[in-house]
C-alpha cells in the first residue's frame, strides 16, 4: 500500500486489515442496509467507496447521525469556501489502498454465503437475513458500531443514485 494512504489510517482498519471475517461482516451489514430501501442491493463498485467511508473514523458522526442524504453528508466536509476537506479529499486515495481488501472481503462473504453477486447486473445481493450469531469470532463492539455505520451508510447510498453518489464524494469508479 503507498505510504499517503497509511498516513491516519484509522485503527479499526489496522484491526481488520488481515481479517476477510471482519470486511465480509461490513460488506453484508452495508448490502443489508442498502437492500432494506432499494431491493436487490448496491452496484459491487459501491462497495469501494463504501467500505473506505465505514473505515475512516473521521466519517462516524455523520455516518451515524441519521442523516439520510448523501449531498447533505458530502457537503459537510466542505468549509466555507466549498473546497473539500482533507478527509473527503483523500477518499480516492484511501479507496484505491483498501481495493485489494475490499475485493477479497467480498469474495470471503460470498464464499460464506453473506452475499451473492449477480454476475449479469453486478448487484451485491444479501443471502443471510438475520444478524450473525453470537457466537462468532466478531467482538461485539464491531457488530455494534461498525456494523451499524457500514448499514447505515448502505440506507444512505441507496436513497441516492450511483452517479451522484460519484459526483458528491468526488470518486471515479
Not at 442523516?67 to 473539500?84: P, Q, V, Y
Not at 472481503?105 to 452475499?115: G, N
Request: aromatic share 10%; charged share 25%.
Amino acid at each position: 500500500m503507498e505510504e499517503s494512504v497509511n498516513e491516519g489510517k484509522p485503527s479499526l482498519l489496522e484491526e481488520v486489515w488481515d481479517s476477510p471475517l471482519g470486511g465480509a461482516y461490513l460488506i453484508w451489514r452495508f448490502v443489508s442496509g442498502y437492500a432494506g430501501v432499494r431491493a436487490p442491493g448496491p452496484n459491487a463498485l459501491l462497495l469501494y467507496p463504501a467500505m473506505a467511508l465505514v473505515l475512516d473514523a473521521s466519517f462516524a458522526t455523520q455516518i451515524c447521525g441519521g442523516d439520510d442524504n448523501l449531498a447533505d453528508f458530502a457537503f459537510a466536509f466542505h468549509d466555507s469556501s466549498g473546497k473539500a476537506a482533507k478527509s473527503l479529499a483523500g477518499l480516492q486515495d484511501r479507496i484505491v489502498g483498501l481495493r485489494e481488501w475490499t475485493l477479497k472481503s467480498l469474495e470471503f462473504a460470498m464464499v460464506t454465503r453473506l452475499v451473492e453477486l449477480n454476475p449479469e447486473t453486478g448487484e451485491v445481493i444479501p443471502v443471510l437475513k438475520k444478524e450473525v450469531s453470537e457466537s462468532s469470532k466478531l467482538a461485539r463492539d464491531f457488530k455494534d458500531n461498525e456494523g451499524l455505520k457500514a448499514e447505515n451508510l448502505g440506507g444512505i447510498f441507496a436513497r441516492t443514485k450511483d452517479v451522484d453518489i460519484a459526483y458528491y464524494l468526488g470518486v471515479k469508479f
